[in-house]
């Protein structure tokens, strides 16, 4: 039995692939950040609000799970443009330039790491 679950571990691996778990916080900080933003998501189109916009990116995560390997890959496959259309997420921000959804959220992952950093 204990060779089974083994073998069962084995083969399930590739279908659990997610970001390593020192990354995990990460992500979840930008979902937080997406949610509590006052700034709107355009997916093709059409404005969402952060809450709206964080449980999208929620969906896409986990439909995209398995390949996502890493902090930039999850914002890559889970929150910067549309599978269907291929069209760029846009950030929308009060008093702001509009811009792509993915530098967005790489600039604030940057910000986040630099942070936690200096903290250590």
Not at 95 to 109: C, F, N
Request: charged share 25%; proline share 4%; hydrophobic share 35%.
């Amino acid at each position: 039995m204990r060779t089974a679950g083994l073998v069962l571990l084995f083969v399930l691996s590739p279908v659990l692939a997610d970001v390593p778990d020192g990354q995990k916080p990460e992500v979840e900080h930008l979902l937080k950040f997406v949610k509590n933003s006052p700034c709107k998501m355009d997916r093709n189109g059409t404005q969402h609000t952060g809450a709206a916009a964080s449980q999208h990116i929620v969906e896409k995560y986990d439909y995209f799970r398995k390949k996502i390997h890493s902090t930039e890959e999850f914002i890559a496959y889970s929150a910067s443009k549309s599978t269907t259309s291929k069209r760029d997420y846009l950030a929308v921000c009060p008093g702001q330039a509009t811009i792509k959804t993915q530098d967005w959220l790489l600039a604030e992952l940057k910000r986040f790491r630099t942070r936690n950093s200096a903290a250590k």
